[in-house]
């Protein structure tokens, strides 16, 4: 594609990158196929080639209207494009620049400053967040039925952390709405890697991971973010304290890998930010380099029912980790149902099920569908968000795939 990018962001590092991403596409529409609000919507503007035509003019200064925000707003970041795209197209990368200029250059009406204000200010913030929840769990019963499918019951007891006992040890990251929504998730992970002689530890005032402010165009709200947990993590990063940085949720394991990236023109935090990423993995690719310790533990396997996994965008696209949680899961003795699109997002990204609670709900209803047409008796997910999205669609439970493996271990 040819390109001419405006005098304003032409030699700025943004308006090189996007130079170089913009002059990959060749307009084939490959990713057309694969692009969820497309295929609900039709319109070429809501496809990754429409969208990055609206993005290729923003940045030759061409006018930038709220329809141009409006078409960037309904992509839900999932990069099914990418992961479509013969020609290598970064398209997250590129939304990412192209969301930054929109939003200086168009103003919101209040209403949704506001939601987005709220969103920004609580999510990250644990503390918030749970209070915000247990509020919302005291007047469930009482709620509308849409707005009571949108609060979760209170969560189940997190079970037993074990103390750290290994030489080898590494981070977890506990996130900022996943410790109040569901706390049992890391305490599993904990327990398996735990029997694999691996500690798992917290670091105290590690937070938010950046993605949930970021995503709402808040980008340097979200870089604090991202510095704030990388200060918190420091000391155990930079003495070697720690083989991995694990997460259990892939939207956030997703934004860590990408630190490098987003800092590599930062001088102050260019070399910790590389580290970080270094370090970050996702708990499926830890538990998979340790297959021979995991086989003798699963020795005596049995058969332990249906499962339908929904694999997160931020883990098949994001972080390009495709069939390993399956073959865990299938070692452990589950049955994986067959689940049609498997590609397709469930319509949760972020806080998108929020903004733009229409769109959301369709693919939510499309993707439970695919689910449950294998009549599974349990959904299993990889990323925190996915997971409570869909359990408010379905009565079948909606689980992380860490606690079915520790169930197993278990027994
Ligand atoms: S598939 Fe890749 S090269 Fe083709 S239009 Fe989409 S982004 Fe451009
Ligand atoms: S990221 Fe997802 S929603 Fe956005 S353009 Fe790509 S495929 Fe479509």
Not at 42 to 71: F, V, W
Not at 164 to 190: D, F, T
Not at 335 to 362: F, R, W
């Amino acid at each position: 594609m040819q390109t001419q990018l405006a005098d304003f962001i032409r030699a700025t590092p943004e308006g090189l990158e996007a130079e170089a991403i913009l002059r990959k596409c060749v307009h084939c529409g490959f990713c057309t196929a694969t692009c969820p609000t497309y295929q609900l919507l039709g319109d070429d503007l809501d496809s990754p080639r429409g969208r990055i035509y609206l993005i290729k003019g923003a940045l030759e200064g061409g006018p930038i209207t709220e329809r141009t925000r409006l078409h960037l707003d309904r992509c839900l970041t999932c990069r099914a494009c990418e992961t479509a795209c013969p020609s290598g197209v970064k398209y997250g990368r590129l939304v990412d620049i192209g969301r930054n200029l929109v939003e200086s250059r168009t103003q919101r009406t209040l209403w949704d400053r506001c939601k987005r204000a709220v969103l920004g200010f609580v999510l990250p913030r644990t503390v918030l967040f749970r209070a915000a929840l247990r509020l919302g769990q005291l007047v469930r019963p009482m709620l509308p039925s849409a707005l009571r499918a949108k609060v979760p019951p209170r969560a189940s007891l997190p079970g037993t952390w074990p103390a750290p006992r290994h030489e080898r040890r590494m981070l977890a990251l506990a996130g900022c709405v996943q410790p109040a929504l569901a706390p049992s998730i890391n305490a599993a992970a904990a327990r398996v890697l735990d029997r694999l002689g691996i500690s798992l530890v917290e670091a105290p005032d590690a937070g938010c991971c950046g993605a949930l402010r970021f995503h709402l165009n808040d980008q340097p709200g979200g870089r604090e973010d991202m510095r704030n947990l990388i200060d918190a993590w420091w000391p155990w990063a930079e003495g070697r304290q720690t083989e991995a940085i694990c997460t259990t949720a892939s939207g956030c394991g997703v934004t860590l890998k990408e630190y490098a990236h987003l800092f590599a023109n930062d001088p102050d935090d260019r070399v910790r930010a590389a580290r970080i990423s270094l370090l970050a993995k996702d708990v499926s690719e830890v538990i998979a380099a340790e297959a021979p310790a995991l086989e003798k533990l699963l020795a005596v396997r049995k058969p332990r029912g249906r499962i339908a996994f929904h694999s997160p965008c931020t883990l098949q696209h994001g972080q390009q980790i495709r069939g390993v949680v399956e073959g865990l899961l299938e070692k452990a003795g589950y049955e994986l149902t067959p689940v049609a699109d498997a590609h397709a997002c469930c319509g949760s990204a972020g806080t998108y099920s929020i903004l733009q609670p229409d769109l959301s709900q369709q693919l939510r209803v499309r993707k439970i569908t695919a689910l449950e047409a294998g009549t599974p008796a349990t959904i299993a997910t990889a990323n925190i968000g996915c997971l409570a999205h869909l359990q408010g669609g379905t009565a079948r439970p909606v689980r992380h795939w860490i606690e079915l493996l520790d169930e197993a271990l278990q027994e």
